[in-house]
């Protein structure tokens, strides 16, 4: 016998297509043992199928600059969503906590982000599917920034042109510091915290680049005042260099 029906796909029934599938519905009719296929529904009241579309995209990947996520905590870092579809909406988390930025490409300023802090981002496909994909996490490594300075062992770093001066740099027990004095470029380069040197002739300005194992560096400087000391000129010897006592001085002219 020949009949008709109604019937509701589930939801969940469509859980094992993975790609788009074509839908039809045909009737059948089965009588005296014999059974006959007859013409497919319509669809929306016109011949034709349903078509099932699966928004199956690969879950978001990360790329970060620079590119091993392992930055000074003085610096910044950029993560960019690889697979981005324009019409993706878009949000990153921080330890999964939402940060309130929905764009592909996200620079964290210095000071964002700790270490060990673990950067996901989750998009949304366009309608109709509004489908949701997370990243795997990227973990950050955050390492300290050296606080350089400089002090000295003269007075207000003041000393006589070519005098020898201590200049010693802090923190101490970092990896390398870089001194340089003015035009004289770099004088001293390696783990010695401690420059002493002749080599200051007029007021300059002494440079010392601290920096930690991990590549860090800060930079302090001091300028080392050196006074101006006029020459004392050419003296005259007097024609009569004798007087007598309580008498009045010789003429002493100076050049």
Same mark, same amino acid.
């Given at each position: 016998?020949? #009949? ?5 796909? %589930? %939801? ?6 993975? $790609? ?25 009241? %016109?011949?034709? $199928?349903?078509? +099932? ?23 910044? +870092? ?8 324009? #019409? ?86 970092? %990896? ?38 991990? #590549? ?15 020459? #004392? ?9 004798? +007087? ?9 002219? $100076?050049?």
């Amino acid at each position: 016998t020949a #009949g008709s029906t109604t019937v509701t796909l %589930a %939801a969940g029934s469509l859980a094992g297509i993975v $790609s788009n599938t074509t839908f039809r519905r045909l009737a059948f009719a089965s009588q005296n043992g014999v059974s006959c296929q007859g013409i497919a529904s319509n669809v929306d009241g %016109a011949g034709g $199928s349903i078509v +099932i579309i699966v928004d199956n995209r690969d879950e978001p990947t990360i790329t970060t600059d620079p590119a091993d996520a392992t930055i000074c905590d003085s610096d910044s +870092i950029t993560f960019e969503i690889d697979n981005y579809v324009p #019409g993706d909406t878009v949000a990153w988390y921080v330890n999964d906590n939402p940060v309130g930025v929905a764009i592909e490409r996200w620079s964290a300023a210095a000071g964002t982000l700790n270490d060990g802090d673990s950067v996901t981002v989750r998009i949304t496909t366009a309608a109709p599917g509004g489908c949701e994909y997370t990243s795997a996490p990227v973990v950050v490594s955050v390492n300290p920034t050296p606080v350089a300075t400089i002090t000295t062992l003269s007075p207000d770093s003041t000393i006589c042109s070519g005098s020898s001066i201590t200049i010693n740099a802090s923190p101490a027990g970092q %990896a390398t510091y870089t001194f340089r004095i003015g035009g004289l470029g770099i004088v001293q380069d390696g783990p010695n915290a401690q420059l002493v040197t002749s080599a200051i002739v007029t007021t300059t300005v002494v440079t010392v680049t601290v920096e930690n194992a991990s #590549g860090c560096s800060d930079v302090a400087t001091r300028t080392i005042t050196v006074p101006q000391v006029l020459t #004392g000129g050419n003296v005259q010897t007097p024609a009569d260099r004798t +007087i007598c006592f309580g008498g009045s001085n010789p003429e002493i002219t $100076s050049l």
